[in-house]
């Protein structure tokens, strides 16, 4: 049996409000990241701004040391809401399932508002990228029921940690 394989992340919190002392979702995923034995390399809030958000994301993703962008806000229908959009263009493949399975699972907990939820993920330079909506309701249910298995190394059949692993880091 092997080891676990820990995971450099990076946190995007998008919002036109928030900021790190009242950053509910962001600090919920940074303990979730290092509860589940990864690392949270990085970490910033940006407003809701599409080039912007393509900024830190560009940076990130090129970054061979992360691994896994976990971004929260900026996934709804308000006319600044822009995530989808705003990653779209980065992304090499999308996970199309995540959003899917996201809204499947909120159904049972906030009803047809689900619908209003745009949330995202994709592969772009052996980095996933995940884009939750920014409440931390959402972010949890994000977390707990898809995310963390996924980025298990043991969990079976298969998990995004094994192949995320083989990119190499930085010396």
Known sequence: MTDPISLGCAILTVSDTRTAGDDTSGNLLAESVAHAGHVCLKRDIVPCNLYQIRRVMSDWIADPDVHVILTTGATGFAPEDCMPEAVAPLFDKEIAGFGE??????????????????AVAGYANDTAIFCMPGSTHACRTAWTQIIRDQLDSECKPCNFATLLHRRPTAA
């Open 101 to 118: 399975l996201f809204r499947h699972l909120s159904h049972g907990e906030i009803g047809t508002s689900t619908l209003q939820s745009r």
